[in-house]
């Protein structure tokens, strides 16, 4: 299985190999990721300034809108492995919370902005109940029973007085000029968007982050190696519904109206899952990388056609296809492929009468700080 | 850090089968205990029951003084209580050393976490596949893996299940020596194990158990002497091989065949 193995360190003192991963890093290669994030950066602040069509920004909200959801999903579901397919009830939560308090606090403008911290603190509250309750069961019966919430938040919604039954509640609207009047909005966006890949980011190189995926793997021996598992996963859930809480209430902020089939809407799950898996489920860019392409592709569908589905049909067919053929998502299977073509590459080179060049191990999530430490050997 | 764990009389039924009933066993500190018996005895059910994977119906499960009678699986390990698993438990998706730093630490910073989990590694033979993902590695590497990730917080008392189990016979042979070190080292094992040369010659202390009940208990010697081990074996059939030789060859001597041919394989 690890033939092929280089045999350093095998025999050499234990303490020399893992206490200097960094300097077996590839400069050149963190030096390009590094100037790769400054020009992605770079270009997601300036983008409104430069494309200043409102169809074009006003996609590029709800993009980047996405890009926190999915990453906050993916800090829960991809690190721990327990699927949430009810994550549009932190999303609405914290969208109705923003509508009703700015009415009933006189919010208006852009003090409205300061609400949602406050939103998304409400969907981490929401979430307590809720996670010891669902977590207390795994895998197709957790998917089922987040299900069950989703329906549950979707008909109070449709009933109750606060949220204006059926017949919806309107969000103030800003009086910002109408050629700019998505900017503050995107910024907004970017910034929820920041936060929740930073979160993942930090998450995934943690112990914290150790512990979730090892839940994932095998909950019961985590349990049995000192891992205690259930407050793990639901302060993760709770983080993910904090986020998630947040980027619903700036949405029904931005779209300005608050019905419960849209604020609860079934599709909003099933895309943000398929974006995570879409990208590559339990790493950082992957979320991030599904939602910057698929958000976009659904929202020009939508704009194509005035009465069709096309969208929908589109999606359920990509999901069909990510699960059969990238079932690890696009980032993680592409890292394996780049790293057997550079294995290739090394056993040519050996071949043709070069020295030999040790073969890496098979790539795994990226952002394992281990397994660069393997592949940072074959490229002489 | 060592301790005695004691089971006192144990029982546990799954709906009409009674798994475990009024079984004691003790694992006296710093000493090897070996727990045999035919398949479905209810060796593992004991060990779940032991280290809170299985509520149990009656009895008391003690370490040292303290009582950890039901006590939820993080909480025994926390109390210093490390177990593998019959079926191999690892967790495939993360690299060998992050499987390493799974388990709870008391008081190590990162750099000192990693270099005592890469200690372990090279202890146990396989540092060499530190970066590798753990699902990549072969079954036997596996085992190896799982014992080196229960040693990391140090436990007072380890439990192991067939530790020999589907191994081959060289490895056998290291992982009876890595076992016998730690144990000179102070620490307390309690294995089930169905290979005889292995049981015989590394236990100080043997207890057998059929149908949930344990039948005997004692040195190696005494064990298999006892009438009633070869009874709970072989069910009194009279012309068979007695699946416990007299003069128990050196543990990796598989010349002859594993016991587990005549105990009928593993259970599971």
């Given at each position: 299985m690890t033939a092929g193995q280089p045999a350093t360190g095998t025999t050499g003192p234990a303490t020399a190999e893992p206490t200097q991963p960094r300097p077996s890093r590839l400069p050149a290669s963190r030096l390009a990721g590094g100037a790769g994030l400054v020009v992605l950066i770079a270009v997601i602040g300036v983008f409104p300034l430069v494309f200043t069509n409102a169809t074009v920004t006003n996609f590029a909200v709800i993009t980047l809108i996405f890009v926190a959801v999915v990453s906050a999903w993916n800090l829960f579901s991809g690190f721990?492995?327990?699927?949430?397919?009810?994550h549009a009830v932190f999303y609405g939560t914290g969208a109705y919370f923003l509508v009703v308090a700015a009415k009933d606090w006189n919010f208006t403008g852009s003090?409205?902005?300061?609400l949602l911290p406050l939103a998304g603190l409400v969907a981490a509250v929401i979430a307590v109940p809720l996670g010891l309750i669902a977590l207390r069961v795994r895998r197709h019966t957790f998917v089922v029973i987040t299900i069950a919430y989703f329906f549950i938040a979707q008909l109070a919604a449709s009933n109750l007085k606060v949220t204006g039954g059926s017949s919806g509640l309107l969000p103030p609207v800003p009086n910002y000029a109408a050629s700019t009047f998505n900017n503050p909005f995107y910024y907004v966006a970017m910034l929820i968007a920041a936060i929740a890949v930073v979160l993942a980011w930090v998450i995934r190189r943690s112990r914290y982050g150790l512990q979730l995926r090892a839940i994932r793997d095998d909950e019961d021996r985590a349990a049995g190696l000192g891992v205690r598992a259930m407050p793990v996963k639901l302060s993760a859930l709770v983080l993910s519904a904090f986020i998630t809480g947040m980027a619903g209430a700036l949405w029904v902020y931005f779209i300005g109206e608050a019905f419960p089939q849209f604020v609860f809407d079934p599709l909003f799950d099933l895309a943000v899952v398929l974006m995570g898996f879409f990208g590559g489920?339990?790493?950082?860019?992957g979320p991030v990388l599904g939602a910057l392409v698929l958000e976009p592709t659904q929202q020009w569908l939508y704009l194509q056609e005035?009465?069709?589905?096309s969208a929908e049909i589109l999606f359920g067919a990509l999901f069909l296809v990510v699960i059969l053929f990238l079932p690890r998502g696009v980032l993680p299977t592409g890292a394996e492929y780049l790293t057997s073509i550079r294995a290739w590459i090394a056993r040519r080179r050996s071949q043709e009468g070069g020295p030999p060049v040790p073969v890496p191990e098979p790539?795994?999530?990226?952002?394992?700080?281990?397994q660069s430490s393997t592949a940072a050997g074959e490229t002489s | 850090m060592t301790a005695t764990l004691r089971a006192e009389g144990v029982s546990k039924s799954f709906g009409g089968l009674q798994?475990?009933?009024?079984c004691s066993l003790t694992a006296e500190a710093g000493r090897i205990t070996g727990l045999i018996g035919p398949n479905g005895s209810g060796k593992t059910t004991l060990f779940n029951a032991i280290t809170g994977y299985e509520r149990i119906d009656a009895g008391e499960v003690y370490l040292g003084d303290r009582r950890i009678t039901g006590a939820a699986p993080q909480r025994v390990f926390a109390y210093g209580v490390g177990r593998t698993f019959q079926l191999t438990r690892i967790?495939?998706?993360?690299?060998v050393l992050e499987n390493m730093l799974v388990p709870a630490q008391r008081g190590l910073s990162g750099r000192r976490h990693r270099e005592h989990a890469m200690e372990l590694l090279s202890f146990t033979g396989i540092?060499?596949?530190?970066?590798?993902?753990?699902?990549?590695?072969s079954y036997g590497q596996r085992k190896l893996l799982e014992l080196s990730y229960v040693l990391v917080a140090d436990p007072a008392v380890v439990l192991l299940?067939?530790?020999?189990?589907?191994?081959n016979p060289s490895l056998i042979n290291h992982i009876a020596a890595r076992i016998r070190e730690l144990n000179q080292g102070g620490k307390t094992f309690l294995l089930v194990e169905h290979n005889m040369d292995f049981v015989m010659s590394l236990c100080d202390q043997v207890t057998v158990l059929d149908s949930g009940t344990v039948v005997a208990s004692g040195t190696p010697a005494e064990v298999r002497a006892d009438p009633r081990v070869l009874d709970a074996y072989?069910?009194?059939?009279?012309g068979d091989d007695p699946?416990?030789?007299?003069e128990p060859p050196a543990v990796g001597d598989q010349s002859r065949g594993t016991p587990d041919d005549v105990l009928g394989g593993s259970h599971g």
């Open positions: 721990s492995g327990y699927l949430s397919l009810g003090s409205v902005f300061w489920l339990g790493t950082v860019a005035t009465n069709g589905y790539a795994g999530q990226s952002g394992t700080a281990g | 798994a475990l009933s009024d967790f495939p998706r993360l690299t540092a060499n596949h530190a970066n590798a993902l753990a699902g990549t590695l299940d067939e530790p020999a189990g589907g191994v072989l069910g009194g059939a009279p699946p416990v030789a007299a």
